[in-house]
């Protein structure tokens, strides 16, 4: 078996490089995985990228098979997609994904991979982590049949969202976005589409996605009296303004967070994350999320597509990146 591999890192601000790794040999109940493609999930590794973890969420914001510390040096991802090369029987040669970073090849233990179900095809089910956050909000917000709802902010997260609700019976979804580019996207989710301004208000139920100030304020307006706007955004060590004055009282709004470091309360009990993730790979049957991948490159471009990822580039939802399988 090979025993080296080839990892990306994150090493000042706005820069990273990719680094050779030692592969351990596995041992009994572990697995090793070569990588076909990864996902750079562009909201939080951007951050990352520049520096932007606040030092008392350290811990908090540590990802799975992160190595290195904030803010830097640090090997930093989650979106990884591979075929298990060593391992149990019953995993050998499947597509599996993982909550790893962007690693050529990887030793975990076999509970940290979850099967890629027949008919996902691997390029898609790097949205897995995506789709699992988007999972666990609305497991959070728990909406109902009929419900009308707006999705405030269309990057990977809020597209992920909008494109779950989709499939809920009676409810009004509404895409929002100062991008009117992400009316496409939109319209492949089957959902619909409104510029901020544009957006129909009277809403039971708001998912915030922007990580802006303007997009939160704009989500509160947009609820009917005593409904709830979900936060998801992740501001890092920015600090926002909310207008909690005017009509926000009186019409007994709520703004409530979710995050997906913890499964929801609402299933806490029931629910484990392998079943959380499972039920995200399940969900990505579906060919509509292909509209969330909007760029591809290889592995050894990295380096440059990261620090142009980190600019102001409105089109970039979910990078993919691929791995050569005759090069690794």
């Given at each position: 078996?090979?025993?080296?591999?080839r990892?990306?890192w994150?090493?000042?601000?706005?820069e990273?490089?990719i680094?050779p790794?030692?592969?351990p040999?596995?041992?009994?109940?572990?697995v090793q995985v070569r990588?076909?493609c990864s996902g750079?999930?562009?909201g939080?590794?951007?951050?990352?990228?520049r520096?932007?973890v606040?030092e008392?969420q350290y811990d908090?914001?540590?990802?799975p098979?992160?190595?290195?510390?904030f803010?830097?040096?640090?090997?930093?991802?989650?979106l990884?997609?591979?075929i298990v090369?060593?391992?149990p029987?019953?995993?050998?040669?499947?597509?599996v994904?993982?909550?790893?970073?962007?690693q050529?090849r990887y030793?975990?233990?076999?509970a940290?991979?979850v099967?890629?179900?027949?008919?996902v095809?691997?390029e898609r089910a790097v949205?897995?982590?995506t789709?699992?956050?988007?999972?666990?909000?609305?497991?959070d917000?728990?909406?109902?049949v009929?419900?009308?709802?707006?999705?405030v902010?269309?990057?990977?997260?809020g597209?992920a969202?909008?494109?779950v609700?989709?499939g809920?019976?009676?409810v009004r979804?509404q895409?929002?976005?100062?991008?009117?580019a992400?009316a496409?996207?939109?319209?492949?989710?089957?959902?619909g589409?409104a510029?901020?301004?544009e957006a129909?208000?009277?809403?039971?139920?708001?998912?915030?996605a922007?990580?802006t100030?303007a997009?939160?304020?704009?989500?509160?307006?947009l609820l009917?009296?005593?409904?709830?706007?979900?936060?998801l955004?992740w501001?890092?060590?920015r600090?926002?303004?909310l207008?909690?004055?005017?009509?926000?009282h009186?019409?007994?709004l709520?703004?409530r967070?979710?995050?997906?470091g913890?499964?929801?309360?609402?299933?806490?009990?029931?629910?484990?994350?392998?079943?959380?993730l499972s039920l995200a790979l399940?969900?990505?049957?579906?060919?509509?999320?292909?509209?969330?991948i909007?760029g591809?490159?290889g592995f050894?471009?990295?380096?440059?597509?990261?620090?142009?990822?980190a600019?102001d580039d409105p089109?970039?939802?979910?990078h993919?990146?691929v791995y050569?399988?005759?090069?690794?």
């Amino acid at each position: 078996m090979i025993r080296t591999a080839r990892a990306f890192w994150f090493t000042s601000p706005g820069e990273g490089e990719i680094r050779p790794v030692a592969l351990p040999e596995p041992g009994p109940g572990e697995v090793q995985v070569r990588a076909l493609c990864s996902g750079v999930s562009r909201g939080t590794e951007t951050l990352v990228l520049r520096g932007g973890v606040p030092e008392n969420q350290y811990d908090v914001m540590r990802a799975p098979f992160q190595e290195g510390d904030f803010p830097w040096p640090v090997k930093y991802g989650y979106l990884n997609v591979g075929i298990v090369e060593h391992g149990p029987p019953d995993l050998l040669g499947r597509a599996v994904f993982c909550l790893y970073p962007h690693q050529t090849r990887y030793v975990v233990p076999a509970a940290a991979v979850v099967p890629v179900p027949d008919g996902v095809p691997p390029e898609r089910a790097v949205l897995a982590g995506t789709v699992e956050t988007a999972v666990n909000a609305l497991w959070d917000a728990a909406p109902l049949v009929g419900d009308r709802i707006a999705v405030v902010g269309a990057g990977m997260v809020g597209c992920a969202v909008a494109g779950v609700l989709a499939g809920f019976p009676g409810v009004r979804v509404q895409l929002v976005d100062v991008n009117p580019a992400r009316a496409g996207v939109a319209a492949a989710l089957g959902v619909g589409f409104a510029s901020p301004g544009e957006a129909e208000d009277g809403c039971d139920l708001v998912i915030h996605a922007s990580a802006t100030e303007a997009g939160l304020a704009r989500s509160l307006e947009l609820l009917a009296p005593e409904g709830t706007v979900i936060e998801l955004s992740w501001y890092g060590d920015r600090r926002v303004s909310l207008p909690l004055g005017e009509a926000f009282h009186s019409r007994r709004l709520t703004v409530r967070g979710s995050q997906v470091g913890m499964v929801s309360p609402a299933r806490r009990s029931r629910r484990s994350f392998t079943d959380r993730l499972s039920l995200a790979l399940t969900l990505l049957s579906d060919p509509v999320f292909d509209a969330l991948i909007t760029g591809e490159s290889g592995f050894e471009d990295l380096p440059r597509v990261m620090a142009r990822l980190a600019g102001d580039d409105p089109s970039a939802l979910c990078h993919r990146i691929v791995y050569d399988p005759v090069q690794y």
